[in-house]
């Protein structure tokens, strides 16, 4: 008669997680690792974007401190050209731009300044809108990997966890052996592979959603920012 524990001379039982990464089968390794890989990577854009958006965030609030105090639209380019570059400063020297090299359509003796006509203004919101799409799809770089580490890793796990699973029921197979201390490594380490990939999936997953909020925030605020503009210009009699 084969004692119970026949299976497992020779070779240490695993205690800690990683002697039972160091003990599992090359398909389990590879596995972890291109889990691990993934994790890196998510953590990385998740640092670099909540670096980038601090510093967007600062320096918008101040230029449109300073915006919103404003009397013309002279005294916001001062305003601009002196603060630190930031999706509104650039949305800004874009109107400009196209009102320098935009000739007024509606212009009369008894008026100082050229206005313009209501299809220039129109040309003008539809450069505005198309500069702060711009400016979106800036900060939204890299954004979309982590919905896509957070919707892949769990998959991955699982094809380490069927694998696992296939490898230990083919061990118990050859062994002619069913007790529980010959299927519990196999089952645990087949389980690794998936309790790893829900860790690098849920911070992957809040990551996407908060960065994606601060995105659409940013977002709403140039859209509004452009209305304002043209406000502005609505008082110099621009428009």
């Known amino acids: 008669m084969i004692a119970p524990g026949y299976f497992q001379i020779g070779k240490a039982i695993p205690t800690t997680p990683w ?5 599992s089968s090359l398909v389990t390794q590879i596995v972890l690792g291109l889990l691990a890989v ?10 670099g974007k909540s670096v980038e958006f601090r510093r967007v965030r600062k320096a918008a609030d101040g230029f449109m401190r300073s915006f919103d105090r404003a009397q013309s639209l002279d005294e916001v380019g001062t305003l601009a050209k002196h603060a630190t570059p930031s999706p509104f400063t650039r949305v800004f020297e874009r109107a400009v731009q196209f009102l320098t090299q935009t ?20 040309a003008l919101r539809l450069v505005l809108d198309a500069h702060t799409n711009s400016e979106r799809d800036s900060l939204s770089r890299f954004i979309p990997w982590l919905a896509t580490i957070g919707s892949v890793s769990p998959l991955i796990g699982l094809l380490g966890t069927v694998l696992g699973v296939i490898s230990a029921f083919t061990g118990i197979a ?3 052996s069913g007790n529980i201390a010959a299927v519990a490594p196999g089952i645990g380490e087949a389980l690794m592979a998936t309790a790893a990939a829900l860790a690098v999936a849920i911070p992957a ?35």
Not at 19 to 23: D, H, K, L, W
């Open 174 to 176: 050859t062994q002619g």
């Open 205 to 239: 997953v809040f990551g996407y959603n908060i960065f994606a909020n601060r995105v659409n925030r940013v977002d709403s605020e140039l859209e509004g920012f452009g209305s304002e503009l043209i406000a502005l210009m609505v008082r110099e009699g621009r428009i």
């Open 38 to 47: 993934l994790s890196l990577l998510s953590w990385g854009v998740m640092f």
């Open 103 to 122: 000739k007024p359509a509606l212009a009369a003796s008894s008026e100082r300044t050229a206005r313009l006509s209501g299809s220039q203004v129109e």
């Open 19 to 23: 002697e039972m990464v160091t003990n």
